[in-house]
C-alpha cells in the first residue's frame, strides 16, 4: 500500500465497504459522541468521516489530535447506519473505522479558524492566505478558476486558435495606466517595463503572419486601487486575428464565452444570442454603457411632455439649453410616497439637488397622478406620461433634466437603485450583450482638448476620410466591449493597421508625426511592411470567475491577492532593498518631505 493513501477523501463509497483503507489529510474537526470519536478528515478533494473506538489500537492517538493536525489513518470503511447517512456529502454513506492513526504534522493555536468559514478580518486572511484557502468556499472558487481557464485554451483551441506568449519584461506601455518598472542592472538608468497587455506585442504577431493567436495573459498596471480590479495585476484571454472585421470577432468569441458561461453556470440561464446595443443606444436607455441587463427598466425621453409646463424647473431647463432633456426612469411597483421619498434622499446623497417623480395610485375608479410634479404640470401631461412608459395604478417615475451627457451616469445609478430596492432583477441568470459603435474621440474640458475615448489603436468608422472629413466628435470607432449582469467582462477592437491613417489620428489630439514615431515606434515601424486587418479582444478572467462563482470581491477568486493598499501581507511586499542591491542597479532612494 502507498506510504500516505490508497485512497482520496473523497473517493470512498458504498461499493467500497469492508476494503482495508489508507488516507491522508488535514483534521477538520474532532467530535467527542460519548466515548466514540469522530474525526472529519479533509483533503483537497473532499471528506471522510473516520471513527475511533476505545477498542481500537488509533484511540489513543485520537485523543490528542486537533483541528489542521495533518494525519495518516489506517482502517475499514464501513457502512453508516441509515439514518446517520449524510446526503449532503459524497462519502456520506460510509465511514472508516481507524485501526492505525500516524500524526504526520502539529499544528499551532490557529490565528484564523478553518472550520465554520466565520467572517474574519481581511488583513488575518491574507496575511495567512495558506489557512484561509484551506476553507471550503475560497478553496472552491480557486479550483473553479483552474476549470475556467482550462475550459477557456479547450474552447479557443477547438475554435482554431493557437498559444503564443508575449515577454513580460518589455518597453514602457501607451496603454494609458502607470506602468511597473523594473530597473535595468546593465544598462545603468534605463528601465523595463511589466506589460500593462499585450497589445502591441499581439497585433506584431498577426504582422509576423501568424494568425488566431491567444494566451492567458498577466498584466501589470500600477494604478489606485479600484473596487472592480485587484491591484497590481489582473489576467486577460488575450486574442488577436487577422483578416477579419468586427462581425468576425464577435461571430466567433460568442460561442466560445457562452459556451464557458453554460458549462460553470450551474443551471443558470445563459443568453443565447447577444444583443448588439450601440454606445449611445446605451446611455440612453441605461445610462451606462456596462448596462445590467436583468434589471428590467428602460429609460425613455418625455422631455416633449415638460416642455412650456407648468413644472417651471424642467421647463425653464429645456428652455434655456438646447442640448437639454427630461428624461423618464420607470418603477413599476414603485408607487408609495415613502419609496419616492427615500430614492430622494438617496439623490440627495450623491450629490444632486433631488429626484422629480409621480405615482400613479386609483381613487375610486379613475388613476390619478400623485406628487408636486403632476399638480404642476397637469392631469393631461401626467396622463401621457404614463401612458408612454406602459405604467399602471402601484407603478412610479423618477425624472432627471439637463444636458444626458452630464446627467446620463447619475440616472444610470439611479436605475440601478430602483430595480435593486423594488427588486426587479431576475439574479439567477447571465445576461450578456455587446456595445458597440463607441465614440473615437472625446472632449477633455480640463485641458480644453480633444482626446481619444477608448482604444487610441482602433480603427475609426470611415477611416481616413472620416478623419478629415468629419467633426471629430462624431466619428466612431470599430470598438467593442462584452457585457455581462453589470460588468464589462472584455474590451476589443478592429485595429488601425495603416500607418497614415493612425499618424491622422494621433494628429487630431495633438501629437506629431515625430512624436507617434518614437513613442510607438515598434507599431508604426511595423505597419509599414505589410500588416493584414486585424482586430480581437480581451475577456478579463478575474471578473468572469468572480461572476460564475458569486463571489462579491475580486480577493475571493485569486489565489494571492495583494490588499486595497496594494500591499502582499504573506510575503511582506513591497519591501526595501538592501543598500547593495540598490548599488547593483545604480539607484538611490529618495525620502518625499511630509509637509
Not at 121 to 137: A, G, H, N, V
Request: glycine share 8%; hydrophobic share 40%; aromatic share 10%.
Amino acid at each position: 500500500m502507498h506510504r500516505y493513501r490508497s485512497h482520496t477523501c473523497a473517493q470512498l463509497r458504498k461499493t467500497d465497504v469492508g476494503q482495508a483503507v489508507r488516507l491522508s489529510g488535514w483534521v477538520h474537526r474532532v467530535r467527542d459522541h460519548g466515548g466514540l470519536l469522530f474525526i472529519d478528515l479533509r483533503d483537497h478533494y473532499g471528506l471522510t468521516q473516520i471513527v475511533a473506538d476505545p477498542d481500537s489500537p488509533a484511540f489513543k492517538t485520537a485523543e490528542t489530535v486537533r483541528g489542521e493536525w495533518v494525519i495518516r489513518v489506517d482502517g475499514e470503511v464501513k457502512a453508516r447506519a441509515p439514518e446517520t447517512v449524510n446526503a449532503n456529502l459524497p462519502t456520506g454513506e460510509i465511514e472508516v473505522f481507524a485501526r492505525e492513526i500516524e500524526v504526520l504534522s502539529v499544528a499551532k493555536e490557529l490565528p484564523l479558524p478553518v472550520f465554520g468559514e466565520p467572517d474574519y478580518p481581511e488583513d488575518i486572511r491574507l496575511k495567512y492566505r495558506f489557512l484561509d484557502l484551506r476553507r471550503e468556499t475560497l478553496h472552491r472558487n480557486i479550483v473553479m478558476r483552474a476549470r475556467v481557464i482550462a475550459e477557456m485554451r479547450r474552447r479557443m483551441t477547438e475554435a482554431g486558435f493557437t498559444e503564443y506568449s508575449t515577454p513580460i519584461l518589455t518597453a514602457s506601455s501607451p496603454e494609458g495606466a502607470r506602468d511597473f518598472l523594473v530597473p535595468s542592472r546593465i544598462h545603468e538608468g534605463k528601465f523595463y517595463a511589466l506589460p500593462q497587455a499585450p497589445q502591441i506585442y499581439k497585433q506584431l504577431i498577426m504582422v509576423a503572419g501568424f494568425d488566431r493567436y491567444f494566451q492567458i495573459a498577466p498584466c501589470f498596471r500600477d494604478e489606485d486601487p479600484r473596487a472592480d480590479r485587484l491591484p497590481g495585476e489582473f489576467y486577460q484571454l488575450d486574442l488577436e486575428m487577422s483578416f477579419v472585421e468586427q462581425d468576425d470577432v464577435l461571430g466567433t468569441m460568442e460561442p466560445v464565452m457562452r459556451g464557458v458561461f453554460e458549462t460553470f453556470a450551474n443551471g443558470k440561464p445563459v443568453t443565447q444570442s447577444f444583443p448588439r446595443i450601440p454606445f449611445e443606444e446605451a446611455m440612453r436607455k441605461y445610462g451606462s454603457d456596462k448596462p445590467d441587463l436583468r434589471n428590467p427598466i428602460v429609460m425613455q425621453d418625455v422631455s416633449e411632455h415638460f416642455r412650456g409646463s407648468g413644472f417651471k424647473v424642467f421647463a425653464g431647463i429645456l428652455a434655456g439649453d438646447p442640448k437639454a432633456e427630461v428624461w423618464a426612469i420607470p418603477a413599476k411597483t414603485g408607487g408609495s410616497r415613502a419609496f419616492c421619498d427615500r430614492m430622494n434622499v438617496w439623490a440627495q446623497s450623491e450629490g444632486q439637488p433631488g429626484l422629480g417623480y409621480i405615482f400613479w395610485r386609483k381613487e375610486g375608479e379613475k388613476l390619478e397622478g400623485a406628487g408636486p410634479i403632476a399638480k404642476n404640470i397637469g392631469e393631461e401631461r401626467t396622463e401621457a406620461i404614463r401612458t408612454q412608459l406602459g405604467l399602471a395604478d402601484g407603478d412610479a417615475a423618477f425624472f432627471v433634466a439637463g444636458d444626458p451627457k452630464k446627467f446620463a451616469s447619475f440616472a444610470g445609478a439611479a436605475r440601478t437603485r430602483v430595480g435593486e430596492e423594488l427588486n426587479l432583477l431576475d439574479r439567477d441568470r447571465f445576461e450578456l450583450c455587446w456595445i458597440v459603435d463607441f465614440p473615437f474621440f472625446e472632449w477633455n474640458e480640463d485641458e480644453k482638448k480633444i482626446d481619444f475615448a477608448h482604444n487610441p489603436f482602433s480603427m475609426p468608422q470611415g477611416g481616413m476620410e472620416a478623419l478629415i472629413d468629419q467633426d471629430p466628435l462624431s466619428i466612431k470607432a470599430y470598438q467593442y466591449d462584452l457585457v455581462c449582469n453589470g460588468f464589462e467582462i472584455a474590451s476589443g477592437g478592429i485595429r488601425n493597421h495603416l500607418p497614415e491613417t493612425m499618424v491622422k489620428a494621433f494628429e487630431i489630439v495633438g501629437l506629431s508625426r515625430e512624436l507617434v514615431e518614437e513613442r510607438f515606434g515598434g507599431l508604426y515601424r511595423a505597419f509599414q511592411y505589410g500588416a493584414p486587418p486585424h482586430g480581437g479582444m480581451a475577456p478579463g478572467i478575474d471578473r468572469i470567475v468572480m461572476l460564475l462563482c458569486g463571489a462579491k470581491n475580486l480577493r475571493e477568486i485569486t489565489m494571492f491577492p495583494m490588499n486595497q493598499q496594494a500591499q502582499d501581507l504573506l510575503m511582506g511586499a513591497p519591501s526595501e532593498a538592501t543598500p547593495q542591491q540598490l548599488r547593483d542597479l545604480h539607484l538611490r532612494v529618495v525620502t518625499q518631505k511630509k509637509d
